[in-house]
């Protein structure tokens, strides 16, 4: 009997998010999948350990309200401003659900994050891709005409797998212009030395993006925020999984928010990493592009990004590469601890002597 296909057109022609490897080779380092060097805050195991796991009994609180109370005092808002999810791949999710469909087109820099490619296709919607120009992956000028038939304008800041950043006075003109939501994915804003959060408080279409993924450490556990006008989070919770944020993680980001000090200084020493990094990649011969994340984009002295991926690999070194005709020239390295970056930089310094 021939195999039956019951999946809607638009899930059947999709090849879906490829996630970066979590390899299982010994003494392995991993500098492919953005996380944080650091362990998360040390005040998440005491109250783990003394969870009453009796409480798991009952359902969370299915908004998240005292998380989301804390997180909007950090940012001078107000609880109706935020909303939390399983990761900020959640909200994406709903973010597209509710903002694009047959009719309503999407637009997104290119390259940036794909995921938001693969949403799209979920909901049978055009996607425009903006390239970014030159060597440095800045906003086309005419970024706002290009991106006009669209509802939903993607803007990553800082941008993956760039790792660039936008000033934030265009960033705003966009906003102010665009007949539209703009969804600013932040997830590496707290390693930025600015971010767009007063945006989404000032105008009615912005919505910020917030990760507990990378600058927290907590990757694993699956948390993440927006923050925009009361009336677009309000439509948000209309369509979120009733349950999204379980009991635990609720508890665990609670504690995790509670220590921005420990956060940020984790951040400060990620970006410490970031600027030594860049110096001794530079002096190997890489181009190294200009970045406000925990990552690098860089482009060896031959421009054959493939061919150092694979080297590295070899010598038990994970990085990311992008095939693709702009993307295969570089490499996407996460900032490591300095004993790894040292492991990463002996290695290339071999390879290209
Ligand atoms: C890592 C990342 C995310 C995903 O964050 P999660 O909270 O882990 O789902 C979203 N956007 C960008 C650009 C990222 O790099």
Do not use: H
Not at 23 to 50: F, G, H, M, Q
Not at 200 to 223: H, M, Q
Not at 278 to 306: C, H, Q, W
Request: aromatic share 10%.
């Amino acid at each position: 009997m021939p195999e039956r296909n019951f999946f809607r057109k638009a899930i059947s022609a999709m090849t879906g998010y490829t996630p970066g490897e979590q390899p299982k080779i010994a003494d392995l380092i991993k500098l492919n999948t953005n996380e944080n060097p650091y362990p998360p805050s040390p005040d998440i195991v005491e109250k783990l350990r003394a969870f009453p796991v009796e409480k798991l009994r009952r359902y969370p609180d299915p908004t998240a309200s005292k998380l989301r109370a804390l997180i909007a005092e950090e940012w001078g808002a107000q609880v109706d401003n935020v909303i939390c999810g399983n990761g900020s791949d959640d909200i994406l999710t709903m973010i597209f659900r509710a903002f694009t469909d047959v009719d309503l087109p999407m637009a997104m820099l290119f390259p940036s994050y794909s995921l938001y490619r693969e949403l799209a296709a979920m909901q049978n919607a055009q996607v425009i891709l903006i390239s970014l120009a030159g060597k440095d992956f800045a906003l086309p000028d005419d970024l706002l005409a290009q991106a006009e038939k669209a509802n939903l304008l993607m803007l990553t800041r800082p941008n993956a797998p760039t790792g660039t950043s936008f000033p934030l006075e265009t960033v705003e003109n966009i906003c102010r212009k665009f007949n539209g939501i703009v969804a600013i994915d932040e997830a590496y804003a707290d390693f930025a030395s600015d971010n767009a959060v007063s945006l989404a408080l000032k105008y009615d279409n912005v919505i910020v993006l917030r990760t507990f993924s990378k600058s927290y450490s907590l990757a694993g556990l699956r948390l993440g925020y927006a923050i925009a006008a009361p009336k677009i989070i309000e439509g948000l919770m209309k369509l979120k999984d009733s349950y999204n944020v379980d009991m635990l993680t609720q508890m665990i980001g609670e504690i995790a928010f509670a220590d921005q000090k420990y956060m940020r200084e984790n951040c400060r020493k990620v970006v410490a990493e970031r600027i030594r990094l860049t110096a001794a990649l530079k002096k190997i011969g890489f181009y190294v592009v200009p970045s406000e994340a925990n990552f690098l984009f860089v482009m060896p002295p031959d421009g054959d990004g493939r061919k150092a991926f694979e080297y590295l690999r070899g010598n038990a070194i994970v990085v990311r590469y992008f095939a693709g005709e702009v993307t295969g020239k570089y490499l996407r390295i996460t900032v490591g601890l300095p004993e790894e970056n040292d492991r990463l930089i002996a290695a290339l310094e071999n390879f290209y002597k």
